[in-house]
């Protein structure tokens, strides 16, 4: 191991771990805001709402996946996972949804419900807090360091 960080305080060891931690959380929490963000602008721009039915519901203690089936303008009925539809929804139930008709791998979500954009929305917020606390860090370090 390189002689420099051996003669590192233990202090500065943790707040450049704390620093690289922070700083790779924050990325990885604008990289999901990006992508939530624009799923959320397509469907805002291009997204079609209908009327589906809930044909499966998947509980796994507090998450849960909605399967819905709904018929698109193309006319064949199509099943896809409903990103922000309540989990008390039970098979059967019919939700307003809507969708991307150019692009259904993100899914769909509830059409009074934003899901998408709200995930975005907390990601960004998410990122700020994270890279505040790598500034905190690093202006520990920089104050912290030998003369």
């Not at 003669?7 to 707040?15: A, V």
């Not at 602008?41 to 209908?50: C, E, F, K, P, Q």
């Not at 008709?101 to 009074?112: Q, S």
Request: proline content about 5%; overall charge negative; glycine content about 8%.
């Amino acid at each position: 191991m390189d002689e420099s960080w051996e003669q590192l305080h233990p202090r500065q060891r943790k707040l450049i771990g704390a620093l690289i931690i922070l700083t790779a959380s924050s990325a990885f929490m604008c990289c999901a805001a990006f992508y939530n963000g624009t799923t959320a602008i397509g469907l805002a721009n291009r997204g079609l709402t209908t009327d589906a039915t809930v044909v499966d519901v998947d509980r796994h203690g507090r998450a849960s996946k909605v399967t819905v089936e709904f018929t698109p303008r193309s006319g064949e009925p199509l099943s896809a996972e409903c990103t922000s539809c309540s989990p008390e929804l039970d098979e059967g139930d019919r939700v307003r949804i809507r969708y991307n008709p150019d692009d259904l791998a993100p899914g769909v979500e509830d059409a009074e419900n934003h899901g998408a954009q709200r995930v975005a929305v907390f990601n960004l917020v998410a990122a700020t807090v994270l890279l505040s606390g790598a500034g905190f860090a690093g202006w520990r370090l920089h104050r912290d360091r030998p003369v």
